[in-house]
């Protein structure tokens, strides 16, 4: 597994592997956009963003140098997909056994972190900003600190829902 | 622009471009997991998902090759979050003028498919489930025929929304 690092989990009963590492099929490359600064490391990282909101501590964004000019017109109070990037996650695990179901999953089926890309987004809300400086405050994320960052929209309700739903917000 | 096909669109005044190509940081590497057939060309393409849903036709993915076992446990009526590759984007534009906004916006401030990484991502209802063929049908998306999918995952409003937001219709 050419990009895990640390500890790689055991292969559990009825989990299955591909017979080719994604890593290496190279379709496409990404730019680290920035780093996402949390409070977390494994071992003490919130099971999901809602547990992360409960812990009330916040996170940041520190931008990579150039991208500067891409927040003319972010607010503060505004909601925003993070898209980041697992990198201490397995990509060629595609049926799982996470401790919470009774069968085999198929990996997309999961929101598990190891997926053939390992890109991991949630829905967030901008506490802070300091374009000058690259820094973009955030209310909560459950990500490890030193995320890798590809990614950040607006979080638009007619996109990002489903048809058929309906929100009510009490967004700023 | 080394990913970019077909007609770049000319520079608007108030745009800005970054004094690099992302494309050529290659700090990860993206495998196309499969294909998202739709009936949308450049020049016929709705201007969003809102006006695809309108349009009545659906789409579907092909997935490729290997990756069928990652459909375990999805079913028909599920809503699911696509992640995929805007290949017809270009990735330098940090600061943009769409047509509808007066002042220059950021990239980051806005969901046009020109960014650093051109990741999309919708929310969509699987229509039809057939593992043994890799496909899956969908309820309606706005991207161009042919483009690549990097990830399917379940869409989860703890996640996909952000705090302070609550669903008022339920799903299938």
């Not at 007619?158 to 058929?164: E, L, Y």
Request: proline share 9%.
């Amino acid at each position: 597994m050419s990009d895990v690092h640390g500890d790689i989990p055991p292969i559990r009963e009825g989990e299955k592997l591909l017979d080719f590492d994604p890593a290496e099929s190279g379709d496409a490359t990404l730019a680290f956009i920035g780093t996402i600064r949390t409070p977390w490391r494994r071992g003490d990282c919130p099971k999901n963003i809602g547990k992360a909101r409960e812990a009330g501590q916040g996170a940041r964004i520190d931008l990579a140098k150039g991208y500067a000019d891409g927040l003319t017109g972010l607010r503060v109070g505004q909601p925003v997909m993070l898209l980041y990037w697992m990198n201490q996650a397995r990509r060629d695990l595609i049926q799982q056994m996470p401790r919470h179901v009774q069968a085999p999953r198929g990996t997309f089926a999961l929101r598990s972190p190891n997926r053939p890309n390992p890109v991991a987004m949630s829905a967030v809300t901008i506490t802070s900003l300091d374009p000058a400086a690259g820094m973009i405050g955030i209310d909560a994320i459950d990500c490890f600190d030193m995320t890798p960052l590809i990614d950040m929209k607006p979080w638009l309700p007619s996109v990002d829902t489903p048809a058929g739903t309906e929100l009510v917000t009490a967004l700023a």
